[in-house]
Structure formats: C-alpha cells, structure tokens
C-alpha cells in the first residue's frame, strides 16, 4: 500500500471489487434483462460511485483517526468506522433511491432486510473488510 497515497490503491481495488459486485447482482435488479451496452454503463457507474463511497469514509476515517495510514496499521476501531459509514450511507442511499426518487427497483428475486436489498448491504460489509484485509501490514 502506498504510503503517500494510500487512497489510490483503496479506489483501484475498490473499483474492480465493486464492478464485480454490481454485475453479479444484476439478477437481483428490475433491469437484468436490459441489453449488454446498457448493463455495462449502469455497473461500472454504480462501481464508480461505490469507489466515492469508500474514499469518502476512507477521508473521514482518516479525519477522526488523524492517520491515513490506518487501513495499513490494521486498527480495529477505524475498520469499524469505515465499515459503518459505508453501511450507514448504503442504508439511506438504497431507501432513498428505491423508495423516493424510484432511481432504480430491484427484481423480485432480491432478499430484503426492512426493505432494503441483502445484496448491497452486503457488499458494504464485505468490500470494506476484504479491502481491510488485504492493504493490512503483515504483523511479524
């Protein structure tokens, strides 16, 4: 992990795990059955505003923590606050977004938690962890 950047390899690793993510729960959305060119721009745009969403709680993680070495370092207590500011804006943003301006839907195949779709609260459990994991120093 770079030590004077250590966002960009969070935001390239973020990217390629979340254009991953997206386009395997393409079931699980309305628009599944859309054409190629269409699935394609729609994922790699979610993938793109996932990587916003882990650089903004990666910033304000590193913010509270004073450090932007924290992933590095391996710490409990900012994994947890990443985590959760991830989680935390998923929750909203999937409500807001299904519910209120009806951006997207998902298809009927999607487990729900009060709601909310299993597939992307996931993923903002296990990218932000698995980034965690991986851009963790070897303890010697």
Known sequence: MSRRLPELPVAVLGFGLSAAWEFLQTPFYADHGRELSYLLRTRLHCAGGDTLILLFAFGVTSLIFRSRQWLRDGRRWPTVLFVALGFAYTVWSEWFNTQVTLSWQYADSM??????GLAPLAQWL?????LALIFRKPRS
């Open 111 to 116: 487990p729900r938690v009060v709601g909310i």
């Open 126 to 130: 296990a990218i932000p962890f698995l």
